[in-house]
């Protein structure tokens, strides 16, 4: 067992960045994610790595876009209203191929919102954010050492598939502390970037990293086989995490701060004689759908526990097939839901309510 | 024997600019002073999004596509990345001074260690001829159709003046090649530009008055004689900031 440290989940993230060899942050102050910045500037400078200040978060992702160009691993973080800022470089970093990782430390919205925790950003970082047919991976912490592991993985897997992936973690997975175990993180070595724009030596043609393909035909061609590689990511790099599943009759969906919550309904509602259990989604692009359409075949009913309107709730339908009824359980703006109020909803659909 | 050739950094492709553009001209330029100071191979260039997007197609050292306005941030990551590549961006009126103000404006203050070449040409070319951020008090364009009212939509932004406000930029020069003579000097001030990054010293730009002679609706010599006629008396050329300059003459 190695040595544990106690650190904020913000912080988990900077330092694991720097374990899997990320060596330059761009970054734009925003509550509640700022932690990461502040860790950045402080070692960074240290290390021989760049952490710069941005002067907009359009810039920020703009500069990541520069350094994974020349093909190095790079990170930029920020909170929902900035997240929006950086749409249009997702968008550019997709059409080019290129890899990187976004951490976005949701807090409420729409509009400046407010600071406290949300997951009301599901839909954006699932479904695009910016224009056109694109994917980001993106991963789901619910503890501290998850906000260490998962931002490996994500340059990992950015890397290996030359995408974008996105930490969609919130102000709570953020903001507070839990042992970490560093040490225990094991980091892939990075593959071959022949095609980054690192300068030609005279010595072959020359890369153009690129997203303008005038020709239809040629941008169809490019799409299709972007989606042949998010097919793969489809069937390979789908994660999450059964509770308690096996026999359950109420089948609880919930992912980062919502699955804790959960988890404490749950063993409350088995003391009260209701099998209820929850499947948490790890990765929430690519959507673990297996796990979904099997509890379809046992469960009774279905509940979606969020911090938003219910945006989650729609892949949960999709992956079970609507072969059962789903519910939606949520606070939102900034509110989470209590262990209580889950129970409820368990209690409730246990006795075939909605 | 001199033989006319193409600089080795350009690429075989054939431009797509219209009669009479300016910016072949000034692509050459750049090709030029790459060859001559020998970076190719160590060069990255970012394009811009207007007319001279396809650049990427047409310099034969490693290049990047830039978001409208953001090449100056991504030639930051660049440089960051690797600092013993030259990195330069080349962008239009549109690009670097209207969408993109803020990314070079920030990357002049942070004296980045980048060459920015700056095609002034006084409307947007590739949407169609709207009105730009540097099109002229009373210019007719697509979007200002009974001419720039500038009590409606502002004057015209002198960038080299507001950047030289700035205590970060090492070098700022306006030039044009609307002549031979200007030509010259151009390419003798994009070769600076060039030499500053290599040694070191920060933020240069250099901003090329060109023309437009299809969306000015001109004849490519009536274009020509128009940068003299109203754009230079706009836009006067000159070295509006030269950091190592000053310093000698301070010594």
């Known amino acids: 067992m190695s040595e544990k440290v106690l650190m904020k989940g913000n912080e988990a993230i900077a330092e694991a960045a720097i374990r899997a060899g990320c060596r330059h942050y761009f970054g734009y102050p925003i509550t509640p994610q700022t932690e990461i910045a502040a860790y950045m500037a402080k070692k960074m400078p240290k290390i021989g790595g760049t952490f710069l200040q941005a002067e907009s978060e359009i810039a920020a992702i703009n500069m990541v876009y520069g350094v994974s160009s020349a093909g190095l691993r790079v990170m930029t973080s920020s909170s929902s209203p900035g997240v929006s800022l950086k749409g249009e470089g997702l968008s550019y970093l997709a059409g080019a191929d290129l890899p990187a990782l976004i951490v976005n430390v949701q807090r409420g919205g729409p509009g400046l919102g407010g600071i406290q925790p949300s997951q009301s950003d599901y839909f954006q970082a699932t479904r695009g954010g910016g224009h056109g047919d694109y994917h980001m991976i993106v991963l789901a912490p619910a503890s501290v050492q998850e906000m260490a592991e998962l931002t490996v993985k994500g340059f990992e897997l950015a890397d290996q598939y030359r995408l974008t992936s996105m930490i969609l973690a919130d102000g709570t997975m953020g903001q507070m502390m839990e042992p970490v175990a560093l040490d225990d993180l094991t980091v892939a070595p990075m593959p071959e970037k022949p095609w980054a724009t690192t300068g030609t030596g005279m010595k072959r043609p020359h890369n153009i990293v690129n997203s303008l393909f005038l020709q239809p035909e040629e941008l169809e061609k490019f799409n299709f086989e972007r989606y042949e590689r998010y097919a793969k990511i489809e069937a390979n790099e789908a994660r999450f995490e059964e509770y308690r599943m096996d026999d359950a009759e109420i089948c609880v969906a919930a992912f980062g701060i919502a699955a804790r919550v959960s988890k404490n309904a749950i063993d409350e509602a088995r003391k009260q004689g209701v099998k209820a259990g929850l499947i948490r989604p790890i990765t929430l692009w690519p959507f673990p759908k297996a796990p979904f359409r099997r509890a379809a075949e046992h469960v009774k009913a279905m509940i979606s526990v969020e911090l938003s309107m219910g945006q989650m709730i729609e892949d949960v339908r999709l992956a079970s097939e609507c072969r059962v009824p789903v519910s939606l359980c949520n606070r939102a703006g900034g509110m989470i839901p209590s262990p209580d109020q889950v129970l409820e909803a368990i209690l409730g659909a246990a006795k075939g309510g909605n | ?251």
């Open chain 2, 1 to 251: 024997m001199v033989v006319f050739q193409k600089p080795h950094a350009l690429t075989d492709a054939p431009f797509h600019y219209c009669p009479g553009c300016t910016h072949g001209i000034i692509h050459r330029l750049v090709a030029e002073v790459i060859d001559e100071l020998g970076i190719e191979g160590k060069t990255i260039g970012i394009a811009p999004v207007g007319c001279s997007v396809m650049a990427y197609n047409y310099f034969n050292c490693d290049m990047i596509e830039a978001a409208h306005g953001r090449a100056p941030a991504v030639a930051t990551g660049v440089k960051r990345a690797n600092p013993e590549n030259i990195v330069f961006t080349y962008q239009g009126d549109g690009d670097l001074a209207s969408i993109g103000m803020a990314e070079t404006v920030h990357s002049a203050a942070r004296n980045e260690n980048i060459t920015v070449i700056f095609i002034n040409n006084a409307i947007y070319g590739m949407t169609g001829g709207q009105m730009a951020p540097t099109s002229l008090p009373g210019q007719v364009t697509q979007t200002s159709p009974y001419g720039r009212d500038v009590k409606a939509c502002g004057y015209p932004i002198r960038v080299c003046e507001m950047l030289s406000e700035l205590e970060g930029p090492e070098y700022l020069e306006r030039v044009t090649v609307n002549s031979v003579p200007n030509i010259r000097k151009a390419k003798k001030a994009i070769r600076k530009a060039f030499q500053n990054q290599i040694e070191g010293k920060g933020f240069s730009l250099i901003e090329v008055i060109s023309s437009c002679p299809t969306n000015w609706g001109m004849t490519p010599q009536a274009a020509l004689k128009w940068i003299d006629d109203k754009m230079i008396p706009y836009y006067p050329l000159g070295v509006y900031k030269d950091r190592s300059a000053q310093k000698e003459e301070a010594k």
